[in-house]
């Protein structure tokens, strides 16, 4: 959860809400800015109304840019949240509106709601069709003889393997999937390095026909067949 707000009461709440449901948490006093932005992957966006601006679309449409898979939602004080404002709120792109007077049963509940209805429309297929990651449930499956069996990955694993997926093909540093191995870090304490992450994925992919390729300087890529020697 990315929390943009300057509100230290409506901050400390959603930590302990996010600390109570596992959830990463990040805030930031002002929007972030495109060359100065963390990762994106990012589940759901709380943005609150005082740092929308005049025209909260803007605001909307710059988060949706940096954070594309991300649920946003828009916070409001009580004195603002009055129908005019929510119905201008919801029409302007936010997913959701949340009321920082609201309970925090109801704000966990409806958190709760948006993100694994963010993270439930998160799913990575590879370009053969046989290997898929499934972000919301952690899981990942291999397709062999026609049906899909479960890889055995934790955490770390699987922050790796959904890393290389999303950029299959590509070039992957080895500072990129350390990020990754970090984020999860939330889930589960990371004893090992990347090359060794690596080497175990390597292990759990054995029956993909495709492979994770290594380059100089440190550079993974994750392909869907191996690549014929010359």
């Known amino acids: 959860m990315l929390v ?22 990040e805030s930031r006093a002002s929007m972030p800015l495109s060359g100065r932005a963390p990762s994106p992957e990012r589940a759901l966006a709380v943005l609150d109304r005082g740092l929308a601006g ?17 649920a946003v939602a828009l916070a409001f004080d009580t004195s603002e949240m009055d129908q005019d404002a929510v119905t201008a709120a919801v029409s302007c792109g936010a997913d959701e509106v949340l009321g920082k007077s609201w309970s925090d049963e109801k704000l966990a509940l409806r958190l709760a709601a948006l993100r ?15 290997l898929k990651a499934e972000r919301r449930a952690h899981r990942a499956y291999i397709k062999t003889r026609g049906r899909w069996k479960e890889l055995a990955l934790d955490a ?10 999303e950029r299959e093909g590509e070039p992957v540093s080895r500072a990129q999937l350390g990020a990754a191995l970090a984020s999860a870090a939330g889930r589960e304490r990371e ?31 994750l392909v ?4 014929r020697k010359a």
């Open 4 to 25: 943009l707000s300057r509100d230290e009461n409506w901050l400390s709440r959603l930590e302990r809400l996010a600390s109570r449901g596992g959830w990463p948490f």
């Open 191 to 221: 004893f090992g390095t990347v090359s060794r992450r690596v080497a175990a994925l390597r292990h759990e992919l054995a029956a993909w026909p495709g492979a994770i390729e290594s380059a100089r300087g440190g550079l993974y890529r």
């Open 156 to 165: 770390g694993g699987f922050a790796l393997l959904w890393r290389l997926l």
């Open 54 to 70: 005049a025209v909260p679309a803007k605001a909307v449409a710059a988060l949706r840019a940096l954070y594309p898979a991300a």
């Open 116 to 130: 694994d209805r963010s993270l439930a429309a998160q799913s990575r297929l590879s370009a053969d069709g046989a």
């Open 224 to 227: 869907s067949a191996p690549r």
